[in-house]
């Protein structure tokens, strides 16, 4: 994979996320986690806001996608089915010069521990091992005896949830084929190479959706969730030019795949073009296998055309940390500013990602500022997530919104308290508007709702 012609602003994200609030090592006072984090303050709006937008895009706005929340915890079996037991395996290798355990399939991306010039096995003395397959699943164990019967497993994926539940959805819905379910939910795995912030980690959300449609129609229904999902990406800000498609072609395409794309997005530096999304079109294999490991026939009957069959899936697979994560590296910039010496570094989120939406200052804390910049954020606060900030210059106040990527500043200054009007600065053009206070709610609503 050649580095990306983007920079690599990794390393400033991860400072700036524990500095500001949005992302913090797990368990960090213990000397944390390996690759688990926890959302702060600012992380946990940013990410409920990128779910909120898929969950409205998917579900919401359509009248052909249901909505579920299935737990983590399921019948062992369905592990069997889904072919995860035998099958959701790593290659894994020790080196054992470094000590470096790697990814036998992503050496090309690794570096040696001793040597990080080298990739692992290229240096002299590196011994690696021969590949043994590990499963990334979690077991534990379900009820008070740790014997193999109560073996269960924390999911790896949410769409198995999914397919066990297709016919009580479209039972209790009267959904006809062609429709959807899609949910939001955790999801585990037991990475051998973990890492790169919130990219690759052991715990994280995916947003999955599958569509059941009629087998011969699933080529046409593959190619309108391929432009949908692009679609949204880009409808979250994500630069068209850091957006595409990888192909998964030979050995790539799982066995049971009739078609599948990526959809990725380029992280910069040497992580580069990466996948943050997933469609599939996997023909009739989950629903073929549920059936058959648990004796249920699990058809569709078409009733004006009196057939039944078994639904093909088109898959849209998704990670809500991954995708938070390109939110951020899309949007973080470090910039000058006309006429004064002090750079700055803004977040340009596309305003329905922002965890702030809009900040109130008072210029000063004397002449009644302070009490009208209140009742200001006090009247927006049941609409948006508002902040009040009354501390330091104005400049640095901006400064502090900037960084975490609030879309407008709103200050209270003397002719404020005079006439009832307030400037709201803009983040992106930095240009300012004098307004009544009044207009305030209808000037961000219009604003913000893009
Ligand atoms: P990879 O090749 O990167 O391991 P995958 O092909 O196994 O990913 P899928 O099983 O298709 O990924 O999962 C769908 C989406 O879930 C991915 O596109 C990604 O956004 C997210 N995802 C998968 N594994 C992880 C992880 N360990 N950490 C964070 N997000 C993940």
Request: hydrophobic residues 35%.
């Amino acid at each position: 994979m050649p580095a990306s012609t983007q920079p690599d602003v990794m390393d400033k994200l991860v400072s700036l996320s524990k500095r500001r609030g949005f992302i913090f090592q797990s368990s960090e006072i213990y000397g944390g986690t390996g690759s688990v984090w926890d959302y702060g303050p600012l992380g946990v709006e940013l990410k409920k806001n990128l779910k909120d937008q898929w969950w409205k895009a998917m579900v919401r706005m359509r009248d052909d996608v249901e909505g579920l929340d299935a737990a983590i915890l399921m019948h062992p079996r369905t592990w069997e089915a889904s072919g995860h037991i035998a099958g959701f395996t790593d290659p894994l290798v020790d080196c054992k010069t470094c000590k470096g355990r790697f990814r036998a399939d992503k050496l090309e991306d690794a570096r040696c521990l001793q040597k990080p010039s080298k990739r692992p096995g290229e240096a002299e003395q590196c011994q690696l091992t021969e590949p043994r397959m590990f499963n990334l699943m979690f077991k534990t164990f379900m009820g008070p005896v740790e014997e193999s019967a109560s073996t269960v497993y924390l999911r790896p994926e949410t769409a198995q949830g999914i397919f066990v539940n297709f016919l009580n959805v479209q039972g209790s819905t009267r959904q006809k084929v062609p429709f959807g379910i899609a949910q939001i939910g955790k999801a585990f795995r037991n990475e051998i190479t973990p890492g790169n912030f919130i990219f690759r980690t052991r715990e994280f959300e995916q947003m999955e959706m599958q569509f059941f449609v009629e087998p011969g129609q699933d080529m046409v229904w593959f190619e309108y969730w391929k432009a949908e999902r692009m679609a949204w990406h880009q409808s979250l800000g994500l630069s068209p030019q850091r957006l595409r498609y990888h192909e998964h072609t030979g050995p790539e395409l799982a066995h049971y795949a009739r078609a599948a794309f990526d959809i990725e997005f380029d992280f910069g530096g040497t992580l580069g073009f990466q996948e943050i999304e997933g469609i599939h079109n996997r023909g009739d294999f989950d629903l073929g296998r549920h059936q058959e490991f648990s004796g249920k026939k699990l058809e569709y009957f078409d009733q004006p055309n009196n057939k039944r069959y078994l639904p093909y899936v088109i898959e849209t697979s998704v990670g809500a940390d991954r995708t938070t994560l390109a939110a951020l590296v899309n949007a973080y910039r470090e910039e000058t500013v006309e006429g004064e010496d002090e750079g700055r570094t803004v977040l340009r989120l596309h305003p329905s990602l922002a965890p702030i939406k809009a900040a109130v200052f008072a210029l000063t804390k004397k002449e009644g500022m302070p009490d009208m910049a209140h009742r200001i954020a006090s009247a927006l606060r049941p609409h948006f997530p508002v902040d009040y900030d009354e501390t330091g210059s104005i400049g640095k106040r901006y400064r502090r919104q900037d960084e975490v990527g609030t879309p407008f500043c709103i200050t209270v200054d003397t002719e404020s308290v005079k006439d009832g009007t307030v400037t709201v600065r803009d983040r992106d053009t930095l240009k300012q508007d004098r307004i009544s206070a009044d207009a305030l709610m209808g000037y961000l609503t219009e604003r913000l709702s893009g």
